[in-house]
């Protein structure tokens, strides 16, 4: 028996045909051809935001957080940016993606954060961004972040 296993995790047994009715149903009546839904496979599809990107602002200390919701088959690749310049996880920028949820997590957000910060999700059916803008008010620090 083959496996097989969606993106989802679910999973479908599947017996291989063998004898001389291969390809046959009972009777020696040939079979429909499989479906990508009777396979339990699921349709490809670009990337698309299903909740945006939203403008925010904090108070100097705090913490800021970006969230959007994508949806793409096969899963996108996420990547965050900053006024164009990509974003690492680190201690000071946590980037979490899980089940379609992108969310970028400033735990303690400055002036020198404040900015335009950009998710984008590729996969091989395309590319699509989702932008907002940071706002924290007060005087910049010395120690700058990239």
């Known amino acids: 028996m083959n496996v097989l296993v969606s993106p989802g995790g679910s999973w479908q047994g599947i017996s291989p045909m063998k004898g001389p009715n ?3 149903g009972r009777g ?3 079979t429909p051809p499989s479906t990508p839904s ?3 496979c699921l349709p490809r599809k670009p990337p698309t935001f299903i909740t945006p990107l939203r403008d925010i602002a904090v108070v100097s200390g705090q913490t800021a957080r970006f969230e959007c919701i994508v949806q793409a ?6 990547l965050w940016s900053k006024n164009g310049r990509i974003i ?3 201690q000071d920028y946590q980037i979490q993606y899980r089940n379609g949820v992108c969310r970028l997590t400033i735990p303690q957000a400055f002036p020198e954060d404040a900015g335009n910060y950009t998710c984008t999700a590729t996969n091989m059916l395309g590319t699509i961004g ?3 803008t940071l706002q924290v008010p007060g005087e910049r620090r010395s120690v700058r972040k990239p």
């Open 38 to 40: 009777s396979l339990g």
């Open 130 to 132: 989702s932008s907002g």
């Open 73 to 78: 088959e096969p899963p996108p690749n996420v």
């Open 88 to 90: 690492e996880n680190c």
């Open 22 to 24: 291969k390809g046959q």
């Open 28 to 30: 020696g009546t040939p």
